[in-house]
């Protein structure tokens, strides 16, 4: 069955520090990584996919590192701002599973201090 | 362009009660479609997932159903709500095959 772990579950930095968000997950066998943002009371909103033979993946600010054979993934955001505090959530749709049914990580709470 | 609607927004039920929240999706033909919940403190529970028309896979055995009458209609209900059913409820989809998953606003039930 496959775990994945977000660490840590909650972060705080000053405003223009970069962010490090760590998400592992213990079967590789996975079509892509998926990382969401959620604001409080909010849905989930994708900030990016990794496609399983990726090793990176960027966005603006941010940018997706991707291990496989480890089992991790890596999330940065370059210059944190306070509009970036939010819920962080990583994914996996396992490949052996019916319907692309994802695998969530716990998720790390960011609050980034003005 | 694709759009999820979910609602209502929020719902206060007593204990006993039926429940029946509704989602839609715009934009797109045949989606799997997915119902998590989301309880205070604790992270997201997928509890339903359908690949098509009447075809429903229950995740966690519970006092909920789901059901969809429609392409791109999901509806997920209850006969007699207990207090461990508040929480917020979302619901997702992506086309068919491994792709982003999309979510919409949630629903925040509380069940007194």
């Known amino acids: 069955k496959q775990e994945v772990t977000q660490i840590p579950a909650a972060l705080s930095v000053p405003e223009g520090e970069n962010l490090v968000l760590n998400c592992s997950f213990t079967d590789s066998a996975i079509y892509n990584l998926q990382w969401f943002r959620q604001d409080p009371g909010k849905g989930l909103t994708s900030l990016l996919l990794?496609?399983?033979?990726?090793r990176e993946q960027t966005s603006g600010r941010l940018n997706a590192s991707l291990d496989k054979s480890s089992g991790r993934s890596t999330l940065y955001i370059a210059a944190s701002q306070p509009g970036d505090s939010a819920t962080y959530l990583c994914a996996v749709p396992m490949i052996k599973a019916a319907g692309n049914k994802l695998t969530f990580g716990g998720g790390t709470r960011v609050l980034v201090k003005p | 362009s694709q759009t999820i609607h979910q609602w209502p927004a929020t719902l206060v039920q007593p204990v006993g009660s039926p429940l029946s929240l509704e989602c839609t999706v715009e934009g797109t033909s045949n989606p799997n479609l997915y119902w998590y919940r989301q309880a205070a403190g604790r992270g997201l529970q997928l509890l339903f997932y359908?690949?098509?028309?009447?075809?429903i896979s229950s995740e966690v055995p519970q006092n909920l159903s789901a059901s969809r009458p429609q392409d791109r209609q999901f509806i997920l209900s209850s006969k007699k709500l207990l207090l461990s059913d508040s929480g917020f409820y979302l619901c997702?989809?992506?086309?068919?095959?491994?792709?982003?998953?999309?979510f919409g606003p949630g629903t925040r039930l509380t069940v007194l």
């Open positions: 997702a989809w992506t086309p068919q095959g491994p792709d982003t998953q999309y």
């Open positions: 990794i496609q399983s033979s990726q």
């Open positions: 359908s690949v098509g028309i009447g075809q």
